[in-house]
């Protein structure tokens, strides 16, 4: 079993449209929570980074974290064909070493 | 403020070679990551370097290496390729490391054949 479970999509939403982007994970050392947004033949671009349960909320992106189910998410309101790409979560725990998902495939049609 | 640049951005080696990679991090940043990126495996942790020193290290055989400089600046090398090496190497930096974000370059895509 992974120690971060992500739902690899594709997903496709129409423009305007809110998607919700989920990770699971099992190592409960893991305290620091990151999303990453990634296109075609580019490096990982960090989106929003979290150490904390809650949400935390960056221009049309919220970061949602319960450490009690393990869980976080990704919610991106008002979707843009521009927000095509692949999401990816990240997560450590002391250390630096980032464990990340598999990332999932996000399609916005125009 | 200049991002993470790696060099070069596409390599074709043999199998049985070796490679070197570069990173240099953005300006200030002592923390240097690498990570290899595949689409059977995804992104994975090879190791990380601070202050010249190997930090953490991920698990990937001993033909996976790396050093850093006095300035920061890091490489990965890669003895005895082998086709599964084919990867797209990206390195990440952060100012100290612990529990900091981290900030990726646009990768180095090896191609093994």
Known sequence: ?110 | KAGVTQTPRYLIKTRGQQVTLSCSPISGHRSVSWYQQTPGQGLQFLFEYFSETQRNKGNFPGRFSGRQFSNSRSEMNVSTLELGDSALYLCASAPEGFRDEQYFGPGTRLTVT
């Not at chain 1, 999509?9 to 990770?23: F, M, Q, R």
């Not at chain 1, 947004?37 to 979290?50: A, D, H, I, N, V």
């Not at chain 1, 909320?57 to 095509?84: H, M, N, W």
């Open chain 1, 1 to 110: 079993q992974k120690e971060v479970e992500q739902d690899p999509g594709p997903l496709s939403v129409p423009e305007g449209a809110i998607v919700s982007l989920n990770c699971t994970y099992s190592n409960s050392a893991f305290q620091y929570f990151m999303w990453y947004r990634q296109y075609s033949r580019k490096g990982p671009e960090l989106l929003m980074y979290t150490y904390s349960s809650g949400n935390k909320e960056d221009g049309r992106f919220t970061a949602q974290v319960d450490k009690s189910s393990k869980y976080i998410s990704l919610f991106i309101r008002d979707s843009q064909p521009s927000d095509s790409a692949t999401y990816l979560c990240a997560m450590t725990g002391w250390g630096n070493k980032l464990v990340f998902g598999a990332g999932t495939i996000l399609r916005v049609k125009s």
